[in-house]
């Protein structure tokens, strides 16, 4: 079927296939490969775009549901050779080991600082709760986030 | 996906029921999709039409006011429900439920309609919906019908729905306004994770009423218990109307211990 969507402020028309999910599109039909597939079912949250201004996982959404839709990914965050304020407090705080978790765990960012724009400990947990980090960095990235929103809780948290 | 199937959006409940109807055998009915399409994925379910149903216009209200009750579409998420002001002054039972679902980006897309017609023992949501005693509207060519929650689990997975039938509306009365409760959920893991048993307790005036998911083929309502009992007797009643298994996630009688715990913790928290 024929979708018209808006990804990373360029409006998209394209045929998709029926029975492919968003994250297939994002990567095959538009080479948007920023976006990475993990475990395909909603676990690891590589794949979190977002979706209308909510953090989804695109790989439990089908490419045709998106038809309409104003998406945000991974490819939208720098500006040339820029980094995003996230992006670029992820590299300081080396919250970024092997890259695979963080283009899902930037996008869970975003959400939640686009609604709280000082966000608690506990609230960027919550939000990153579904973003798997198997290089175990996790305390990297809650440091980013807090020092990026101005709530710099460095000492609370403990390095493992 | 490699398994090919058509996508259908119809956008009138006409045209829904229409397609459900002619699709009763071969067709499967989208809402937010976090079951529907790793189900897929893992050729636990191999559709030929997948239905998506949240363009139909209403699917996504979700509507209370001061008189009435709450009711909800089958399009309304999860997080819709942790969103809403209305939602969380008067019916915060649904959102202690609805915090323990998952993780933040499911819970974006899951829909409270998909996590019971899914009727997983684990579901998080039908515990709120059996203690607030709501009510299924469930629609299809031959009409609609009306059902209370407590009838429509009928086995694992399985649901008094027809086929052809879909759930149009879940409606929670008034009367379950400003009913307290806490929702006990047994994890192997702090982040998202399926349950190992969970209770719920919810206390509205003087009755007292307990849920108990991941420990019988459905998850069960437990009416018998009174202010009078003591904790025990509270505990021996929710043991007596659940029936848990072994499996990978634990044991019958690590379940039945923990429902134990938790019944005794949510006597004294919940008051």
Redesign the interface.
């Known amino acids: 079927?024929r979708i018209k969507l808006t990804v990373n402020g360029l409006l998209y028309e394209r045929d998709c296939?029926?029975?492919?999910?968003l994250l297939?599109f994002l990567r095959e039909e538009l080479g948007l490969t920023g976006t990475k597939e993990g475990c395909?079912?909603?676990e690891c949250?590589a794949c979190?775009v977002i979706?209308n201004g909510?953090?989804?996982?695109s790989?439990?959404?089908?490419a045709?549901?998106a038809d309409g839709a104003v998406i945000h990914t991974i490819e939208g965050e720098a500006s040339g050779p820029t980094l995003s304020a996230i992006q670029a407090s992820f590299e300081k705080h080396h919250a970024v080991q092997c890259g695979f978790c963080t283009p899902g765990m930037v996008m869970?960012v975003k959400e939640l600082l686009s609604n709280k724009p000082k966000p608690s400990t506990e609230e960027i947990k919550?939000?990153?709760?579904?973003n798997f980090c198997r290089c175990t960095g996790y305390v990297q990235i809650i440091e980013a986030v807090s020092e990026l929103t101005g709530a710099n809780e460095k000492g609370e948290l403990e390095h493992v | 996906m490699l398994y090919e199937f058509s996508y259908l959006a119809p956008r009138s409940v006409a045209d829904l029921v229409q397609a459900l109807d002619e699709h009763k055998d071969d067709g499967k009915f989208l809402a937010g999709g976090t079951d529907l399409l790793p189900n897929i994925r893992n050729g636990l379910m191999r559709p030929r039409f997948v239905i998506d149903g949240k363009k139909v216009p209403g699917a996504d209200a979700l509507n209370g006011g001061a008189t009435e009750g709450l009711s909800m579409g089958p399009a309304v998420s999860i997080n819709d429900l942790l969103r809403s002001p209305f939602v969380r002054e008067q019916y915060p039972v649904l959102c202690v439920c609805a915090h323990e679902l998952a993780s933040h980006q499911i819970r974006n897309r899951a829909t409270v309609a998909g996590n019971v017609v899914n009727a997983s023992p684990c579901s998080d949501m039908a515990p709120a919906l059996l203690c607030l005693g709501a009510t299924a509207l469930l629609r299809s060519a031959g009409g609609e019908r009306e059902l209370a929650f407590k009838d429509f689990f009928t086995g694992v997975k399985k649901t008094a729905l027809k086929p052809g039938e879909y759930l149009e509306r879940i409606v929670i009365p008034a009367a379950s306004k400003g009913a307290r409760g806490s929702y006990k959920k047994l994890k192997r893991i702090a982040g998202h994770d399926l349950g190992i048993v969970g209770v719920l307790m919810v206390r509205l005036g003087d009755s007292l009423r307990f849920a108990v998911s991941s420990a019988a083929p459905t998850p069960v309502l437990v009416e018998s218990v009174t202010a009078k009992d003591s904790p025990e007797e509270a505990v021996a009643k929710v043991l007596a109307a659940v029936s848990p298994i072994s499996d990978v996630r634990g044991t019958k009688e690590y379940r039945e211990h923990m429902i134990g715990v938790y019944v005794r913790r949510l006597l004294a928290e919940v008051k």
Do not use: I, P, Q, Y
């Open positions: 079927m296939s029926e029975h492919h999910t297939r395909g079912m909603g949250g979190t979706f909510k953090a989804v996982n790989c439990m959404m089908l045709a549901e869970s919550d939000a990153v709760e579904g």
